[in-house]
């Protein structure tokens, strides 16, 4: 799987940029602030549908645009797919698979498979739970249809609950219908834990080596999956939860609170770990992942990594640059020097400023 191109009309600080790459590795270099990282958030939201930074569609937009275009040409298994996605400012993006019209963003998802690797991605293991369950749930909705049927249902109704929990204040009749949201919340939550279960499974059979690897045999690593609530016990403890949910007004439990615990040998690396053995357990978590879509999908996914070279030492940056292999990789960074004396091979070099490609080679 490669992007053979990328075109942008009124994205971000692009007016206009059509771009051809290179089936191997692709650099974007030029100062901070010139428009490199929108490259990549487009090719990110050509796989998922959604920015990565969590931006809204209008604020996506050119400023002083109504509307946007991100243009993606994928070759992937041996034919070329076309992605269009129009951005509008006040209306639901329209997307287009090879010029017909899809009817809901989600049937996207699995088209393109990027693994996305930025500097916030090396706080994943000492940020809050939700970091983590975003990892894996952004991971699981690429991968896996199921999954993102079921997420998308139970944070409905997680949304849908908790409105009702407001209302009762004005409306306390309306406690009788709780049962019948906790009903549909354990059918579908359920489902969420089962899947995150196996997914992690599925992880800790590639992070173990990896990370041993990595750290030069000193160290083992494993991912322990603590749900905040059983499936066995997930209608009990919901409506044992209730009295608490009306004073809170809020869900207390359900998959949307669980969390994941980063391990090397019995430490606990969030709580006890080093900085160094924070990004160190980050790191073999995105290699990992690279891995683990190798193995579902049958292919290679694109690879995109947003400045986080400068983030890690020369040991790392090795091991993470042996690591891409025969994976599509698209960089950015603010100098090309120390990529041009490494031994590193470059497909296409692209200089970046202020929304223009000035120099390509």
């Known amino acids: 799987m490669i992007i053979k191109s990328l075109e942008l009309m009124d994205y ?12 191997g590795t692709n650099i974007l270099y030029g100062d901070n602030a010139q428009g490199k990282t929108n490259i990549l958030e487009a090719i990110f939201l050509a796989s998922i549908t959604k920015s990565h930074r969590g931006t809204k569609d209008k604020d996506i937009i050119r400023f002083g645009c109504e509307e946007g275009h991100i243009r993606t040409l994928l070759f992937k ?3 070329d797919t076309k992605i269009d996605i129009h951005l509008r400012s006040s209306k639901t993006k329209v997307i287009a ?8 963003a989600t ?7 990027v693994v996305f690797f930025s500097p916030e991605d090396l706080n994943i293991i ?9 990892f894996i749930d952004m991971e699981l909705c690429q991968l896996d249809d199921f999954y993102l049927y079921n997420l998308n249902n139970y944070n409905k109704i997680v949304n849908q609950r908790n409105t009702l929990l ?4 004005f409306n306390p009749s309306l406690k009788e219908t709780i049962e019948i949201w906790n009903s549909q919340l354990v059918s579908f939550g359920s489902k969420v834990i089962e899947r995150r279960k196996t997914f992690v499974d599925q992880l800790n059979e590639v992070i173990g080596p990896m990370h041993e690897k990595l750290s030069g045999g000193r160290e083992s690593l494993r991912i322990i999956y603590t749900p905040n609530v059983s499936i066995e016990d997930f209608e009990e403890k919901l409506s044992r939860s209730t009295e608490q949910d009306i004073k809170s007004k809020m869900t207390n439990v359900g998959p949307h609170r669980d969390d994941f615990v980063f391990m090397t040998e019995d430490i606990d690396i969030r709580r006890f770990g080093s900085q160094g053995q924070q990004r160190t357990a980050a790191l073999s978590l995105k290699l990992s992942e ?3 879509v190798k193995k579902i999908i049958n292919d290679t996914p694109v690879l995109l990594l947003d400045d986080v070279l400068s983030e890690l030492d020369s ?3 090795n091991f993470l640059l042996d690591s891409i292999g025969d994976v599509q990789t698209i960089i950015t960074c603010t100098g090309v020097e120390d990529f041009v004396n490494s031994r590193l091979k470059i497909d296409k070099l692209f200089e970046i400023s202020n929304g223009k490609i000035v120099k390509e080679q």
């Open 126 to 134: 000492k940020n809050g739970p939700g970091e983590r369950r975003r």
């Open 97 to 104: 698979i090879d010029g017909k019209r899809i009817k809901k």
């Open 290 to 292: 690279i891995k683990i």
């Open 166 to 169: 407001k209302d009762l204040y």
């Open 12 to 23: 971000r600080n692009y007016e206009s940029l059509n771009i051809n790459f290179g089936s």
């Open 107 to 113: 049937e996207l998802l699995g088209i393109l498979n």
């Open 77 to 79: 298994d041996n034919v």
């Open 315 to 317: 040991g790392r940056q």
